[in-house]
DNA sequence: GTGAAAGCGCTAACAA
DNA sequence: TTGTTAGCGCTTTCAC
């Protein structure tokens, strides 16, 4: 800005007296630099502010850039994870940048490809639905973390939340209040060739073998939805109407708990004295005073500091054996669950 | 992939029989390929799987990248914005991608700084809170597009919604229903240098010339806090203990509401018999049924996509003269508001 | 420890 | 209309 044009790291270089070749490794923290020369380069940096240019940076060594890849900005859930991606990156020469991905494959494969012709370093991929040989096909290309898919791969590291244990914590605590007819409401994807790794899978398997070991394994009651605020909505209204509804309704999302809420509002129903709700996510929604959502907290701050932690790692050590990270979930009893009514009990 | 090497240029020049600068043409669709070599060029390029090499362009001519600045990931009504933006490139050879700016100028202009060094076309800059003169510094340097501020510069364009609008829209409503003492709560931010143009001041301004307009200038009452749910919490535990305590409030924010509703239920107050409260942004949390808030609209898709529009004009036309627009809001009233409680009306 | 020089993949002048 | 060529700003051999 002083001079019209930007400063290079030619004028770096002729004002410091030294070489270009000297500059870069100054910028890079490379070797064979004397002390001298070191304090020289900086000088002149800082009396230009120069600043290096990332795209001329990526044509030979890296761009200093790494993409996360976000599938829908109104989950309330992801601003944590990249608040810790973020957090991790500041300290660091890398910058992260966001690529709003969409919920479809093909959407999410599109940015994908964008932050692969930009030469990004790394790659960060949360809750991804391509297929899964697409995502090694990915990796295999570039370093890559994948936040929130179960199931450990060769190619990718892996950091999830132990979703068996978030939705035992849930179906536990509810079995304890009393309750036995409790439902669970699934989100059930469309697309094909994502069957297992999926967190929603996990949750209604969990769900599951908790029943079972609580010996519920009759009451055992999976609706198929989505979620939604709608999704929950929907499967609230269908869960209500049958003869014997269940007394205690887990969503595996807090999105598609309120829609519950909304149901069992319009309903005339009382929570947590009718019927009690649960959640997932701890989202601030749940928090909030009038709903008081019993939910699932995953420490989504400390799950993007650890993605990013092994992406660097993947990045500048080049580490090549691949790491699978598992977190516990702790669960948060809110005022929307209780005991049954006392008929039910 | 093919061959472990990624194809470039060259590789389509040569597998087309043309030169390198045939097959950039073709890429930018710019003059002077006849139609027979468009058609070869075109089929080498599938055939190889070719993608262009966004770093490298940038060196010579654009990257195709834009960059949003975006502050808060946990303000619902930013996906909105973000949804119009990508939306509006999805048919485009660009690419947005998002920088998490963080709520301080210092973050905010990091990001921007980052995003000048990746030699990004263009950029949006959503509600920035840096000082207007690093704004036109910004803007001078790549073309940008702001978001959220008030005032028009000759240096870049700008999308707003009329604040003073939606405040006046809430503040009639209110008044019709009855209502004399009507509180507004006001994100009063503690940086300097931007004093008149972000939406929290013009809110507040809208609120206090529509309580002129309405002749309750003696009732005026401007609470300063933030627009968080904290922010609104402590606001109406501060307004709630008063001798006289106001028989609405409007909340600039839809998150500060939230906060109200809070205060209001553990003050063991009905909503809305014995108190009104507004908010604004018409948020998805605002329509859930147990909340139900009354809101201002503004539409967030279009102001992405028009934000959008008005940058690619720039970048692509080189238009100089600067643009602002600014959009109209609406009213949303929902169950939170009603007349006020018979003695007070 | 230091610097000269050859690219990285592309675009833009210009020549043919 | 088509091809040749000189860079864009940086990193990286490879001499010195």
Redesign the interface.
């Known amino acids: ?1 002083d001079s019209g044009r930007r400063a290079t790291i030619a004028d770096v270089a002729s004002r410091a007296n030294v070489s270009t070749a000297a500059v870069s490794k100054v910028l890079r923290n490379a070797y064979g630099v004397s002390p001298a020369m070191q304090e020289r380069v900086r000088a002149a940096i800082a009396e230009l502010g120069y ?6 940076r ?2 030979r060594g890296q ?1 200093y ?1 790494i ?1 996360v890849l976000i599938p829908d ?2 989950n ?1 859930f ?2 944590e994870l ?2 810790g991606i ?1 957090d991790h990156f500041a300290g660091t020469q890398y ?6 991905g ?1 919920s479809t494959p093909e959407s999410q494969a599109r ?1 994908t ?2 932050m ?4 990004m370093d790394g790659l960060i991929m949360i809750a991804p639905v391509v297929p899964r040989a697409q995502l090694e ?1 990915t990796a295999r ?1 570039i370093p890559t973390v994948v936040i929130g898919r179960h199931g450990r791969s060769a190619e990718f590291d892996a950091v999830v939340d132990d979703d068996i244990e978030g939705a035992a914590l849930i179906v536990d605590h509810l079995a304890a209040l009393g309750h036995r007819r409790i439902a669970h409401i699934e989100h059930r994807d469309t697309t094909r060739g994502i069957p297992t790794t999926m967190p929603q899978t996990v949750r209604a398997e969990g769900y599951r073998r908790a029943m079972q070991r609580n010996d519920l394994t009759d009451e055992i009651d999976v609706v198929p939805s989505t979620y939604s ?1 709608s999704g929950g909505y929907a499967a609230a209204r269908e869960l209500l109407s049958r003869p014997a509804p269940p007394t205690a309704i887990f969503a595996g999302a807090d999105v598609a708990a ?1 829609g519950v ?2 149901a069992v ?2 309903a005339g129903l009382r929570i947590p004295q009718d019927i009690s709700v649960a959640g997932y996510d701890n989202t ?2 749940a928090a ?4 008081s959502l019993t939910s699932v907290d995953q420490d989504g701050h400390l799950m993007g500091a650890n993605a990013s932690r092994l992406l660097l790692e993947r990045v500048e050590d080049k580490r090549r054996r691949s790491v699978l990270m598992s977190l516990s979930p702790t669960l948060v009893p809110r005022r929307s669950t209780a005991a049954p009514p006392a008929a039910d009990g």
């Open positions: 800005m600043r290096p240019h990332a795209a001329a990526g044509m761009t850039t993409g900005l109104r309330p992801f601003p990249i608040e973020s910058q992260a940048l966001l690529g709003p969409g940015i490809e964008a692969i012709d930009r030469r096909a290309t605020e309120i809420l909304n509002y319009e601030t929604v909030m005073g009038p709903i």
